[in-house]
């Protein structure tokens, strides 16, 4: 394969990248601030995103296919392009009657699209085709359930540990539902058995109710990384569900920057009939968000460090996870421990996660980049005023107003509060007064003023503090 030459951001690299259709538009393996395809930028800032190409750069490759990793969802498209060659031990836990009567594994349904989208985030290969998955040579179980039931759970973890899984991500869906004594001793158990003893490395999503775990949900089970969200511009999206035992977050989308992954296509039922699968956008969809998002994300970047080193136990990965990954936010985010409920020990760093499982000296993760956003309503020809601390060398500030006939502008200003005639960003920023970027600041008190020249509405202010 070659590098599409008119993808130049990314020619700093000397591994051969995909050349996959959709490679281009995955922010969420590196987050360029704007879609190259498209140019457009809104929801999406630089450096947002979980490191991804940078760890197939650091690793030389991207990730080994002595690894599996297992997806347990509600039904897969095992005969989609990005999955050819790659399934190995399939397992249908409730298999249907076909047309004949006799068991079908993996009858593809109109609802059954989830599984076959987070499995593409995860492991989609590298072919040329559609997506890139986080570990592409991965080989990939797909156990297709619906139920999490002691006796159900028990089958599946025995199926996935005589059949060599290394990691599992678990998107499933499971509001307010707390573990059993029973059912937390046989998650121990099993996770601590597989790998030959060092451990299943064991994803799971946060769940998208916008609330925060109690004690005893599945998430919150001191064996299982439990996987929260970000957005692309490295905040918290409002349904994430929160906890004291989120291990990181990972991309999973919010507004105009949702995740393209693989989908069900077109397919036959046991009647003969002909239907459309999936989110009816062919076998691909462009618009995919949440925790179940987030998940098979870090069980990638989880197939990646192991690709790294082999030989590193459960809970290596998962404290290798934890302490590689970016501080987002802001500190008072943070407790003394550096967690947080909202964003676990950070956004996942694929990067930095491989480099410390090979041994590597690990780049800074620490609070290289700031956060603050500000939302509002403003009538035409009112302003409103904002105002925060920069110890940091460079301020990214967008403004997302209303759509529409509309006229909304920022200005900003150091040490006063700026007025439209009254302002200095515009000699060292690039950019609109939508999207400004000021390189070089110097520390001190930062004004920005938002004001309607024309029209009103809701906007949103995402103002990025960083060192260049």
Not at 134 to 151: G, H, K, W
Not at 327 to 351: C, T
Request: overall charge neutral; proline content about 4%.
């Amino acid at each position: 394969m070659k590098n599409r030459p008119s993808f130049k951001p990314l020619t700093k690299y000397s591994l051969t990248l995909p050349s996959d259709e959709f490679f281009k538009q995955q922010w969420y393996l590196e987050n360029l601030g704007k879609n190259p395809v498209t140019g457009d930028s809104t929801d999406l800032i630089k450096g947002a995103d979980a490191k991804v190409v940078e760890a197939w750069e650091v690793l030389g490759n991207m990730g080994s296919d002595q690894i599996v990793l297992s997806v347990w969802d509600d039904g897969f498209d095992i005969k989609h392009p990005d999955f050819a060659g790659k399934i190995t031990s399939p397992k249908d836990m409730f298999p249907t009657p076909n047309s004949s009567g006799a068991l079908e594994e993996f009858l593809m349904r109109i609802n059954d699209a989830h599984g076959t989208m987070c499995a593409g985030i995860a492991t989609a290969a590298n072919n040329g085709q559609g997506v890139v998955g986080v570990a592409p040579n991965a080989r990939f179980m797909p156990i297709r359930t619906f139920s999490l039931e002691d006796f159900d759970l028990e089958r599946m973890f025995k199926h996935a540990i005589d059949n060599g899984a290394d990691v599992i991500s678990c998107s499933m869906g499971l509001p307010h539902r707390k573990m059993k004594r029973a059912t937390f001793d046989l998650i121990k158990k099993f996770i601590e058995k597989g790998r030959g003893g060092k451990g299943l490395v064991f994803c799971m999503a946060s769940g998208n109710e916008a609330r925060e775990l109690e004690d005893g949900e599945f998430p919150t089970h001191p064996n299982i990384i439990c996987v929260g969200a970000s957005t692309g511009m490295d905040t918290y999206p409002a349904y994430s569900n929160r906890s004291g035992s989120l291990s990181v977050v990972g991309p999973g989308g919010f507004g105009n920057a949702k995740m393209v992954t693989a989908d069900v296509g077109k397919f036959v039922g046991s009647d003969g009939i002909e239907r459309e699968g999936g989110k009816v956008e062919g076998i691909y969809y462009s618009r995919f968000e949440g925790t179940s998002a987030s998940c098979p994300l870090v069980a990638g970047v989880c197939a990646l460090i192991l690709s790294a080193n082999r030989n590193l136990t459960a809970k290596e990965v998962k404290d290798i996870l934890e302490s590689t990954a970016d501080k987002i936010g802001g500190p008072n985010e943070y407790d003394q421990n550096g967690h947080s409920i909202k964003y676990g020990f950070g956004r996942v760093n694929a990067a930095n996660a491989v480099r410390m499982a090979l041994g590597k000296e690990v780049k800074n993760s620490g609070f290289s980049a700031q956060t603050r956003n500000f939302r509002g309503n403003l009538e035409n020809k009112q302003k409103r005023m904002f105002r925060f601390s920069v110890k940091k060398k460079k301020i990214s500030i967008k403004l997302d107003g209303p759509e529409g006939n509309t006229d909304f502008d920022v200005f900003v200003k150091k040490g006063s509060q700026p007025t439209r005639r009254d302002f200095d960003h515009v000699s060292k920023a690039e950019g609109s007064n939508e999207n400004i970027i000021i390189e070089g600041a110097t520390p001190g008190e930062y004004f920005v003023l938002v004001e309607s020249f024309k029209g009103g509405g809701e906007f949103s202010l995402n103002v990025r503090i960083e060192d260049e």
